[in-house]
């Protein structure tokens, strides 16, 4: 009875650093509390799967300020931690566009990422038509949702803001910025307003965010 003890723990602690690691695949960035919460144990435990991811060389950390009091560290992984995942979409994607880059002139680059974002915005004008501006707000977080995005969106004295908590380009982003103009072309687009950036996970910040404002921001 003893002897199987060690490996069922072995295995349930290796299925709990594997929720661990798809949380910071999905989320990019997170502090202990926050992966606690989404692993579903104490953040204690979550400690310890950190440290072992640590020492494996699969998740790093950073600290970063956050309003009045003390710095939050945010843990997220590594290159070897992204390689820990399938990634050979990916890789085959950064490949298409180096070659397109090495090819095209840059501004029809951004060009054509303008054009795919507006051409799948083109199905919701009609249904966004008849909208006011949130429920527009929540067709363009559907929307992102089924391209990958976790979105939320917040009533704000300029307007609203768009906060793209996770997002399926952060990747190919970091090397590639020019993909980033595809979300911001499409919520423009959807909501018939034009969206500004205000923040930018490719810039150190914890998330992409968007500010929108409208005559119907005080509806």
């Not at 929720?19 to 992966?35: A, G």
């Not at 144990?41 to 009091?69: F, M, Q």
């Not at 391209?147 to 906060?163: A, N």
Request: glycine share 4%.
């Amino acid at each position: 009875m003893t002897m199987l003890t060690k490996p069922i723990a072995d295995e349930h602690s290796k299925s709990t650093r594997e929720k661990v690691l798809q949380t910071l695949l999905s989320r990019q960035r997170c502090t202990i509390n926050e992966l606690a919460e989404a692993v579903d144990i104490n953040p204690i435990s979550v400690r310890h799967h950190i440290a072992r991811l640590e020492a494996d060389g699969l998740v790093t950390s950073e600290e970063e300020r956050h309003g009045v009091g003390r710095p939050r560290r945010l843990y997220y992984l590594t290159d070897n931690g992204l390689e820990h995942f399938p990634s050979r979409y990916m890789k085959l994607t950064i490949r298409l566009l180096e070659q397109l880059k090495d090819s095209l002139p840059k501004p029809m680059i951004n060009r054509l990422f303008t054009q795919m974002a507006e051409e799948l915005a083109a199905d919701y004008h009609a249904e966004a038509s008849d909208l006011n501006i949130e429920q527009r707000l929540d067709l363009v977080a559907g929307l992102l949702s089924d391209e990958g995005f976790t979105v939320e969106w917040e009533k704000h004295e300029d307007g609203y803001l768009i906060h793209e908590i996770s997002c399926p380009y952060y990747h190919v982003g970091q090397n590639h910025p020019e993909i980033c103009t595809m979300d911001q072309t499409l919520i423009s687009s959807v909501l018939s307003i034009p969206a500004e950036k205000v923040h930018c996970v490719l810039n150190g910040d914890a998330h992409c965010s968007y500010l929108v404002t409208s005559l119907n921001a005080t509806e």
